[in-house]
């Protein structure tokens, strides 16, 4: 693990208006949707764990790099950590009900059931209709407040034919919803 810099002692702790004035101000962040899924070791496909994100980002095209936060209180958190794999599944517009389908409500033992899924060369699942989809094996952890942020080394880059529009998360809803609810 590489050393933190913390700046915390040079800078004033936020004020409560500002948490809130950022959270608003994050919502009209959009990302793109993913699929983080991972597997528990030795245990095969009934061990997988998934949840949706849009907390990824690109470190570095040399090596491949990715970087995804997970909020620690997750189940997929524990798994992931266990493991030392994941798989970062992009999501197109048609993928709206996987999205809804990871994002809770659903037990986690359920959220496979439905799609094509293959297994990567780590074991991660990954998303056959996803537009693209990596298979990583964590390389750092990072400890930032609640969440942890995985930094991973990009083993494989799936690329699908399908081209389409990605699925966007914004202001507290899918793209796709919300283009749906206007023609309404």
């Not at 004033?12 to 699929?35: E, H, K, N, S, V």
Request: charged share 20%.
């Amino acid at each position: 693990m590489t050393a933190q810099t913390s700046l915390a002692a040079e800078v004033p702790a936020p004020a409560r208006q500002t948490a809130d004035l950022f959270r608003q101000g994050m919502r009209r962040l959009a990302g793109a949707c993913t699929i983080i899924t991972t597997l528990a070791p030795g245990q095969g496909r009934a061990s997988w764990a998934g949840m949706a994100a849009t907390a990824v980002a690109s470190v570095t095209a040399e090596p491949p790099r990715l970087l995804v936060c997970i909020n620690r209180s997750t189940w997929a958190h524990g798994i992931i950590s266990q493991s030392g794999v994941l798989g970062v599944n992009v999501l197109g517009a048609e993928g709206l009900d996987v999205a809804k389908r990871f994002s809770g409500g659903v037990p986690p033992e359920e959220r496979f059931a439905h799609d094509n899924w293959q297994t990567a060369s780590t074991g991660a699942p990954l998303l056959s209709s996803a537009l693209v989809s990596f298979d990583c094996a964590v390389s750092e952890c990072v400890t930032a407040s609640t969440r942890d942020i995985f930094i991973c080394d990009v083993l494989d880059v799936l690329i699908r034919d399908n081209r389409g529009d990605p699925l966007i998360y914004f202001d507290g809803a899918f793209m796709a919803e919300r283009t749906e609810n206007l023609s309404r």
